[in-house]
Protein backbone atom coordinates (compact mmCIF):
# COMPACT_ATOMS: atom_id res chain seq x y z
CA UNK A 1 0.00 0.00 0.00
CA UNK A 2 1.44 3.65 -0.52
CA UNK A 3 0.90 6.63 0.96
CA UNK A 4 0.46 10.06 -1.02
CA UNK A 5 3.30 12.39 -0.08
CA UNK A 6 1.62 15.37 2.38
CA UNK A 7 1.57 18.79 0.07
CA UNK A 8 2.43 21.94 1.58
CA UNK A 9 1.40 25.47 0.69
CA UNK A 10 4.80 27.00 -1.13
CA UNK A 11 4.12 30.48 0.87
CA UNK A 12 2.73 29.47 4.19
CA UNK A 13 4.20 25.94 4.39
CA UNK A 14 0.65 24.61 6.07
CA UNK A 15 -0.93 21.09 5.10
CA UNK A 16 -3.08 21.50 2.21
CA UNK A 17 -6.82 19.98 1.51
CA UNK A 18 -7.01 21.59 -1.95
CA UNK A 19 -4.46 22.53 -3.76
CA UNK A 20 -4.57 25.51 -5.75
CA UNK A 21 -2.23 25.66 -8.86
CA UNK A 22 -0.82 29.85 -8.68
CA UNK A 23 -0.30 31.39 -12.68
CA UNK A 24 2.78 31.71 -14.51
CA UNK A 25 2.57 34.75 -14.32
CA UNK A 26 3.02 35.30 -10.11
CA UNK A 27 6.35 33.32 -10.51
CA UNK A 28 5.56 30.63 -8.11
CA UNK A 29 6.42 27.52 -8.31
CA UNK A 30 4.23 24.21 -6.11
CA UNK A 31 0.84 25.01 -4.91
CA UNK A 32 -1.12 27.30 -2.93
CA UNK A 33 -3.50 26.96 0.09
CA UNK A 34 -7.17 29.03 -0.47
CA UNK A 35 -6.16 31.86 1.47
CA UNK A 36 -2.56 32.40 0.15
CA UNK A 37 -4.31 32.31 -3.39
CA UNK A 38 -6.49 34.43 -2.61
CA UNK A 39 -3.84 37.05 -1.16
CA UNK A 40 -1.75 36.46 -3.84
CA UNK A 41 -4.55 36.81 -6.73
CA UNK A 42 -5.60 40.03 -4.72
CA UNK A 43 -2.03 41.50 -4.83
CA UNK A 44 -1.04 40.68 -8.84
CA UNK A 45 -4.50 42.41 -9.67
CA UNK A 46 -3.78 45.74 -7.45
CA UNK A 47 -0.56 45.50 -8.78
CA UNK A 48 -2.20 45.21 -12.93
CA UNK A 49 -4.78 47.72 -12.25
CA UNK A 50 -1.72 50.40 -11.10
CA UNK A 51 -0.01 49.50 -14.08
CA UNK A 52 -3.35 50.23 -16.72
CA UNK A 53 -3.79 53.69 -14.58
CA UNK A 54 -0.04 54.24 -15.07
CA UNK A 55 -0.89 53.04 -18.86
CA UNK A 56 -3.56 55.54 -19.66
CA UNK A 57 -1.65 58.30 -18.27
CA UNK A 58 0.54 57.61 -20.43
CA UNK A 59 -2.05 57.85 -22.91
CA UNK A 60 -2.84 61.34 -22.25
CA UNK A 61 -0.05 63.18 -23.28
CA UNK A 62 0.83 64.77 -26.95
CA UNK A 63 3.28 62.35 -28.65
CA UNK A 64 4.90 65.66 -29.72
CA UNK A 65 4.71 68.11 -26.97
CA UNK A 66 4.41 65.49 -23.76
CA UNK A 67 1.93 67.86 -22.52
CA UNK A 68 -1.19 66.38 -20.70
CA UNK A 69 -4.44 66.59 -22.60
CA UNK A 70 -7.45 66.82 -21.79
CA UNK A 71 -9.91 63.57 -22.58
CA UNK A 72 -12.13 65.69 -24.42
CA UNK A 73 -9.41 67.51 -26.36
CA UNK A 74 -7.20 64.58 -27.61
CA UNK A 75 -6.91 63.93 -30.53
CA UNK A 76 -6.12 61.00 -32.88
CA UNK A 77 -3.09 61.07 -35.27
CA UNK A 78 -4.01 60.42 -38.77
CA UNK A 79 -2.54 57.25 -40.61
CA UNK A 80 -1.47 59.31 -43.38
CA UNK A 81 0.93 60.77 -40.99
CA UNK A 82 3.32 57.81 -40.70
CA UNK A 83 3.28 58.18 -36.90
CA UNK A 84 2.13 54.61 -34.45
CA UNK A 85 -1.62 53.84 -34.72
CA UNK A 86 -2.28 53.97 -30.77
CA UNK A 87 -0.69 57.72 -30.81
CA UNK A 88 -2.59 61.05 -29.71
CA UNK A 89 -1.61 64.54 -30.11
CA UNK A 90 -3.65 67.85 -29.05
CA UNK A 91 -5.38 70.36 -30.40
CA UNK A 92 -2.13 72.64 -31.53
CA UNK A 93 0.02 70.13 -32.31
CA UNK A 94 -2.59 67.89 -34.33
CA UNK A 95 -3.18 71.27 -36.29
CA UNK A 96 0.63 72.21 -37.20
CA UNK A 97 1.10 68.28 -38.49
CA UNK A 98 -2.42 68.50 -40.51
CA UNK A 99 -0.95 71.86 -41.90
CA UNK A 100 2.68 70.01 -42.75
CA UNK A 101 0.58 67.42 -44.58
CA UNK A 102 -1.55 69.59 -46.72
CA UNK A 103 1.84 71.91 -47.29
CA UNK A 104 3.54 68.43 -48.40
CA UNK A 105 0.21 67.05 -50.85
CA UNK A 106 -0.50 70.78 -51.97
CA UNK A 107 2.73 72.07 -52.80
CA UNK A 108 5.20 71.50 -54.90
CA UNK A 109 8.47 70.08 -53.23
CA UNK A 110 10.98 71.90 -54.85
CA UNK A 111 9.31 75.57 -55.45
CA UNK A 112 6.46 75.99 -53.60
CA UNK A 113 3.92 76.19 -56.21
CA UNK A 114 0.55 75.23 -55.85
CA UNK A 115 0.18 71.90 -56.95
CA UNK A 116 -3.38 71.38 -59.44
CA UNK A 117 -5.12 68.72 -60.60
CA UNK A 118 -2.26 66.63 -61.96
CA UNK A 119 0.19 65.86 -59.29
CA UNK A 120 3.70 64.33 -60.33
CA UNK A 121 5.38 61.74 -57.91
CA UNK A 122 8.98 61.69 -57.80
CA UNK A 123 10.59 58.47 -58.52
CA UNK A 124 11.63 56.81 -55.29
CA UNK A 125 15.64 56.95 -56.35
CA UNK A 126 15.50 60.55 -56.65
CA UNK A 127 14.59 60.52 -52.58
CA UNK A 128 12.27 63.20 -52.41
CA UNK A 129 9.60 62.79 -50.02
CA UNK A 130 6.39 64.89 -51.15
CA UNK A 131 4.56 66.17 -54.18
CA UNK A 132 6.13 67.74 -57.34
CA UNK A 133 5.30 70.39 -60.49
CA UNK A 134 5.29 69.48 -63.87
CA UNK A 135 8.23 71.92 -64.38
CA UNK A 136 10.41 70.54 -61.49
CA UNK A 137 9.30 66.86 -62.36
CA UNK A 138 10.77 67.36 -66.03
CA UNK A 139 14.22 69.32 -64.63
CA UNK A 140 14.81 66.24 -62.19
CA UNK A 141 14.27 64.08 -64.29
CA UNK A 142 16.43 65.57 -67.36
CA UNK A 143 19.27 66.15 -64.68
CA UNK A 144 18.77 62.69 -63.59
CA UNK A 145 19.16 61.72 -67.56
Known amino acids: MQFRKPQI ?21 GYLCSDCH ?5 E ?5 QKE ?10 CFMC ?12 RWQWGLESDVFLCEKCYDQKELEYQTKVNFCVKCGKKIGF ?7 QWKIDGQL ?13
Open 66 to 77: HKIIDEEKKKKA
Open 44 to 48: FFIKQ
Open 118 to 124: IRYNPKP
Open 38 to 42: MKTAK
Open 133 to 145: CRKCWDTIKASNN
Open 9 to 29: CTLCNRDLKFKYKPDKSWNIS
Open 52 to 61: EEQLSKKQNK
